[in-house]
């Protein structure tokens, strides 16, 4: 690593940033450093290695071929140390970034903490309830749990289980279910919002969602499931959104039959990540509480 010595580490920053985001500007925002900072550092660092990494174009930087095939190792070397520099951080402060989608987090995951908690005192963990995109790479957070058709690219992903629907409802209307064409006789609670509809589960049966009556839409999947609950109705709920009101006796599953969605549930974090013990704890205590919840579907079912 000698041929270190003949340029700035500093410089080489600079030059990954640049490359990677595409203009001055948006490395300044990266790194923290004013525009004309990157510029001197990337001029610098191009003396210092002898060769142009980028041609000044009248639309702005472009990348050399040379360039190209650099700011790519860069990338990859530097992803390298942040993540041994985050190791470093974890073991000190032993504690974990974890992202999920708010009614993950609400339904599900905020009910099971406790067994995590137990098992990992000295883990300190910090949930993010957001099901927005997240650059794991470019941020803090240690690890997501999404719901996905095929693993995610750039990421290290592993899938949890398989995403199902299934028709839920109070106790009182359970009673008045025997087969799905009861269905037809009941109020229909809809999510206007969401992926799935009725005719995906009711299609095994040879039926539609036109068959079925009119009745109450709600802009989430949380307003339904407290509809269905206060006994307004069936909806079309899934394990992680309706396991605990299973559990408690405020819902019911009707019908055995359940319908894949297509998607899965992924944990996903950056690539090497799992090196760090308290993520492989939090992946396997995740894939312990999914399983257990599966579990506790097929005895909801057989109730």
């Known amino acids: ?26 490395a300044a925002e990266e790194l923290g ?18 060769r142009p990494l980028f041609s000044r174009e009248p639309s702005g930087l472009k990348l050399t071929r040379l360039g190209a095939e650099i700011c790519r190792e860069l990338t990859s070397g530097l ?35 406790s067994s995590f908690m137990s098992a990992n005192p000295d883990i300190n963990l910090r949930l993010d309830a957001n099901d927005q995109v997240v650059n794991l790479n470019h941020s803090d957070v240690d690890a997501c749990v999404r719901v996905h058709k095929r693993a995610p690219d750039d990421v290290y992903s592993e899938r949890l289980c398989e995403h199902f629907i299934y028709p839920v409802c109070s106790p009182e209307v359970a009673e008045r279910l025997k087969e799905p064409q009861d269905l037809l006789n009941e109020v229909i609670i809809r999510d206007y919002n969401s992926y799935y509809r009725w005719s995906d589960w009711l299609s095994a049966f040879g039926m539609k969602e036109s068959h079925l009556p ?47 969605t297509g998607r899965s549930y992924w944990f996903i974090c950056r690539e090497g990540a799992l090196r760090s013990p308290s993520v492989r704890k939090l992946r396997d205590w995740l894939k312990e509480e999914i399983a257990q919840t599966a579990v506790e579907y097929e005895k909801a079912v057989k109730a």
């Open 214 to 260: 009119k009745g109450h839409g709600f802009s989430n999947a949380s307003l339904c499931m407290d509809a269905a609950i206060a006994g307004h109705g069936v909806f079309l709920g899934w394990d992680t959104l309706v396991a605990n009101a299973i559990k408690q006796g405020q819902l019911k599953i009707p019908f055995e039959h359940r319908c894949s």
């Open 79 to 113: 992803k390298q140390i942040s993540e041994a520099v985050a190791l470093a951080d974890r073991d000190r402060e032993e504690s974990l970034f974890l992202s999920v989608a708010p009614l993950l987090a609400e339904k599900w995951l905020v009910w099971r903490l």
């Open 33 to 50: 450093i004013t525009s004309g900072a990157v510029s001197q550092q990337l001029h610098k660092t191009e003396h210092q290695l002898g």
């Open 1 to 26: 690593m000698k041929n270190l010595n003949q340029v700035s580490l500093a410089g080489l920053r600079v030059v990954e940033a640049v490359g990677r985001l595409g203009s001055l500007k948006n």
